[in-house]
């Protein structure tokens, strides 16, 4: 039998370029670089036979890319389109399924506060959606929609508990951008973001923990002792980044009353014109009453309340939340003692090194919040203070 076939190839310099590039390509897929070999080495007379035996491959390979290549050019390299497998399930039963993930159980009936893939597969059954179908299959359906129905998040509409939201937020929000009642704050006035971080556990870990080492994370003993609670009392300085604060046995007025005499009694908050303390409504500073109780021992302080449920606001939250990660989780304390001294040294240390955050929140964010709560709770939702 003749080894000569009678597809001649005749390559253009383009169709070299391209084929000799798949040839030499340690990325690309194995069969197209195979398929470009076959047709550089055909494009060179050699026999198909001789093709083979060099890529280790059947004659019969060799044959089919040489035809698909001299009837097609490149593009006759490429796979051609494969019918697959009938679809098992129609659009509309697809769609039917994920409607279903999207209601809550309670609704059908069902004694059940979220669905799970397995569920949702019973209930398309007992729906007769579909005759017989898998808890996979509904989660692959699931997934390209980003549909989660066994996760929830929690939110509040903050109207429904402070109906001056709005108003007591963008005053906050104006002092970040160093503006107080329409009017740019001058150089010796300041900003406090205040608050405490109260139940501060003194845990003991029963046994020493490891270091990590190559190839083993740090390990922490599950149980602990417990050794008392602490409250930790911190004013921040916006636009300073600095932070004072002090350790109190508790929470309370008394405590929190020391914590703004040690910051007006400070420089340069001493000396200013005016120092403003954003605070929120805890039962340290709440109220009219913590207003005046502050106006009255301290003429340049001016107490600004955050509005109900916009703790978030508050930037001292943010360095709390440093302070947990790189101070005290996971907590291994002797004592009291031990914690407050961490506590205060961690505060020193970021002293010297601190930035003021990046803080982007504006109004304009607060109302688009506030108006996308509003059409959730109620369409018909005007936010007046806007």
Not at 106 to 122: C, F, H, K, N, V
Not at 351 to 374: I, K, Q, S, V
Request: with cysteine; aromatic share 8%; glycine share 6%.
């Amino acid at each position: 039998m003749s080894n000569c076939s009678p597809f001649i190839i005749v390559l253009s310099q383009l169709e070299t370029s391209v084929l000799s590039a798949r040839a030499r390509s340690g990325r690309g897929q194995h069969r197209d670089v195979i398929r470009a070999r076959i047709v550089l080495a055909a494009a060179t007379g050699r026999p198909n036979a001789a093709i083979a035996t060099d890529l280790g491959i059947s004659i019969d390979t060799v044959r089919k890319w040489r035809r698909r290549f001299a009837a097609h050019g490149i593009s006759g390299l490429d796979d051609l389109p494969r019918s697959g497998r009938p679809r098992t399930f129609t659009p509309v039963q697809v769609a039917q399924v994920k409607a279903l993930a999207c209601t809550l159980p309670a609704e059908t009936g069902l004694p059940l506060s979220r669905w799970s893939g397995t569920e949702l597969a019973a209930e398309v059954r007992a729906r007769s959606i579909a005759e017989a179908i898998s808890a996979s299959t509904v989660q692959r359906w699931l997934r390209a929609d980003a549909i989660k129905p066994w996760q929830h998040r929690s939110w509040i509409f903050p109207r429904d508990r402070d109906r001056d939201f709005a108003a007591k937020a963008a005053r906050v929000l104006d002092l970040y951008r160093r503006c107080w009642q329409d009017e740019p704050l001058g150089p010796d006035d300041y900003v406090i973001s205040a608050d405490e971080k109260s139940q501060l556990q003194a845990l003991r870990r029963r046994h020493p923990g490891l270091p990590p080492g190559p190839g083993r994370t740090r390990r922490v003993e599950f149980e602990y002792r417990r050794g008392g609670t602490l409250a930790y009392f911190a004013a921040y300085d916006v636009h300073r980044a600095q932070v004072l604060g002090r350790i109190a046995p508790k929470t309370g007025i008394a405590p929190f009353t020391d914590l703004v005499a040690q910051v007006m009694t400070t420089e340069p908050y001493a000396s200013a014109r005016r120092v403003f303390w954003v605070v929120d409504n805890g039962s340290s500073h709440n109220g009219q009453r913590s207003i005046d109780r502050i106006n009255a021992a301290w003429p340049t302080a001016t107490l600004v309340h955050l509005p109900v449920h916009a703790s978030w606001l508050n930037q001292v939250e943010i360095y709390f939340s440093i302070l947990q990660r790189k101070a005290i989780s996971p907590a291994d304390f002797a004592d009291l003692d031990h914690l407050a001294e961490r506590v205060l040294a961690f505060q020193k240390r970021y002293n010297n090194t601190a930035e003021p955050f990046d803080w982007t929140y504006t109004r304009d964010d607060l109302h688009a919040f506030l108006r996308r709560l509003g059409d959730r709770a109620n369409p018909n939702y005007q936010d007046t203070a806007a």
